[in-house]
Nanobody
Framework: VQLQASGGGLVQAGGSLRLSCAAS???????????LAWFRQAPGKERELVAV???????DYADSVKGRFTISKNNAKRTVYLQMNSLKPDDTAVYFC????????????WGQGTQVTVSS
């Protein structure tokens, strides 16, 4: 299984980006039975949870991105998305996707990270 994250880039404050993370080699039952999340890590800071979508479709967000970011998924495409609107310079970080199968903790996968840079 490999997770390929894409969609990062340089954007001005107030702009938008859409991140995608495609899981290749993952069977549908594992993908649909997994919690899907986006984390980010800024220079000199710890990795933090940005957004998560649980197997039942419930979502949760860090307080700093509520109302601006939206996480979604497409099971058929084995892909999780993060729509980021009203971006701020504080959102600058490397963004990582994570897929964790809820029935087996060892099935925990990370993408390679995609850089998001927001200029003021």
């Amino acid at each position: 299984v490999q997770l390929q994250a894409s969609g990062g880039g340089l954007v001005q404050a107030g702009g938008s980006l859409r991140l995608s993370c495609a899981a290749s080699g993952m069977i549908l039952s594992v993908f649909s039975g997994s919690n899907l999340a986006w984390f980010r890590q800024a220079p000199g800071k710890e990795r933090e949870l940005v957004a998560v979508i649980y197997t039942g479709g419930t979502t949760d967000y860090a307080d700093s991105v509520k109302g601006r970011f939206t996480i979604s998924k497409n099971n058929a495409k084995r892909t999780v998305y993060l729509q980021m609107n009203s971006l701020k310079p504080d959102d600058t970080a490397v963004y990582f996707c994570n897929i964790q199968y809820q029935y087996r903790n060892e099935l925990d996968y990370w993408g390679q990270g995609t850089q998001v840079t927001v200029s003021s």
